[in-house]
C-alpha cells in the first residue's frame, strides 16, 4: 500500500510540476518504430519482447541530450538532459505498446544560488529516480561529481538538497555517477541509495560502485566486460538490479545490453557479475542508450523503458524504446541472510 500511495503521489506532482511558469511547452515530433531490428531479422531476445518505440525530435533549442528519466505506473515521465534541464511528458501506450508522448514541457534544472547555472561540468545531469519514500526526485551529476534531491512538487523552482557520499575514489571527469538506484523498501539495502560510476577503474578491470547507507554501506565492483559503460541502473521489486550498458565509439561500433545482479550479491567489497538480459547491437534500433527505467505490471511483468542521448548531433537520435520482461518477480523482495 505504502508503494502504491507514494506512486500515486508522484503521479500528482508530475502533474503539478508541468503546470509551473518555469516550465516551456516542448513541440516534438514522434516517429514510431515498429520493428526493433533494421535487418527485420529478431522481434525478440529470450524473455524479453519489443513493445514499441519512437525517433523523437524537436526544434527546441534545449531538447535532446536525454541521459536520466524515470516513469511512474501510469506512464508520466520525468527525465534530466546533460545540459541542465528538466523534461516532463506522459507516455502514450494502447494495448501494451508505446506509440506516442505527450504534455512535453522543459525547464532549467537551478542551482543551490536559484540560478540555472550556464557551464556544462556543472549541470552534466545523467541519472535520476523517482524517491516514493520522502517524494523528492534524485539526480547524480558527473564531472562535478554529486547527488541532489529535489522536490518533486515544484522541479521548476526546486533547490538542490545535497546527498552526503562517501569518498568516491577513481572517477574521471565526464565518466563519473552516471546511475543512481533506490532498492526497494524492507530489502537488504535497507534505506540505502546505490550509485555507480560509468566506467571508473577499480584497479582490478571492475567499475566502481558505492552504496550509500544502510547496512550495506561501502564500494562495490561491477565485473566489466568488453569495452561497455554503465549508463543507467534501475532496481527490481526483489531487490535484483538491472544494469544498463552501452558502446558506442567509432572505431568499435554501438552495442546495447542489459545485466541482471542478484539483491545478494550486492555488499561492501563485492565484484558483481549477473545474467545477461538483453544484448543487441548496430543491426538494432539503437543509438547512445543512455538511461532506463522499470514498471511492474501487475501481472508480474516488468516493462523496460530506454532512452538515448543524441548529444545535439544531426549524426544521432533521441529515441524511446519499450520492452516488457516475461519472467514473474516477486512483488516483495527477498532478505538473505548476511
Known sequence: ?????????????????????????????????????????????????????????????????????????DGRLVAVTDTGFWLTGRLIEEAGWLVGIEDLAMAPILGEDGEAANQKASVDAEG???????????????????????????????????????????????????????PPTGGPLGDAIVIISEKADDGAGGIRGWVVGGPRAGAFSVRREGLFDITDAAFLANGDLFILERLFSLSDGIGMRIRRLAADD?????????????????LFQIDNMEGMALRQLP?????????????????????????????????QPSMPAD
Open 266 to 282: 550486492i555488499r561492501p567489497g563485492a565484484t558483481v557479475d549477473g545474467q545477461m538480459v538483453l544484448f543487441d547491437d548496430h
Open 1 to 73: 500500500m505504502k508503494t502504491l500511495f507514494g506512486a500515486a503521489i508522484l503521479l500528482a506532482l508530475c502533474y503539478r510540476a508541468q503546470a509551473e511558469p518555469s516550465f516551456v511547452a516542448v513541440e516534438v515530433t514522434a516517429y514510431p518504430i515498429e520493428s526493433f531490428t533494421i535487418a527485420e531479422r529478431v522481434n525478440a531476445h529470450g524473455e524479453i519482447s519489443f513493445r514499441g518505440g519512437l525517433v523523437l525530435s524537436s526544434s527546441y533549442e534545449h531538447f535532446g541530450g536525454l541521459s536520466g528519466f524515470d516513469v511512474t505506473p
Open 299 to 331: 501481472t508480474g511483468e516488468v516493462l523496460i523503458t530506454l532512452i538515448s542521448d543524441d548529444n545535439h548531433s544531426l549524426l544521432q537520435r533521441n529515441l524511446l524504446l519499450q520492452f516488457v520482461w516475461r519472467e514473474t518477480i516477486s512483488s
Open 128 to 182: 535520476l529516480r523517482f524517491d516514493i519514500r520522502d517524494g523528492t526526485v534524485l539526480v547524480s551529476f558527473e564531472q562535478d561529481h554529486r547527488v541532489s534531491r529535489y522536490a518533486a512538487d515544484d522541479l521548476g523552482a526546486a533547490i538542490p538538497m545535497p546527498v552526503a557520499l562517501p569518498p568516491l575514489t577513481g572517477l574521471l571527469g565526464n565518466r563519473g555517477i552516471e546511475s543512481v538506484a533506490i
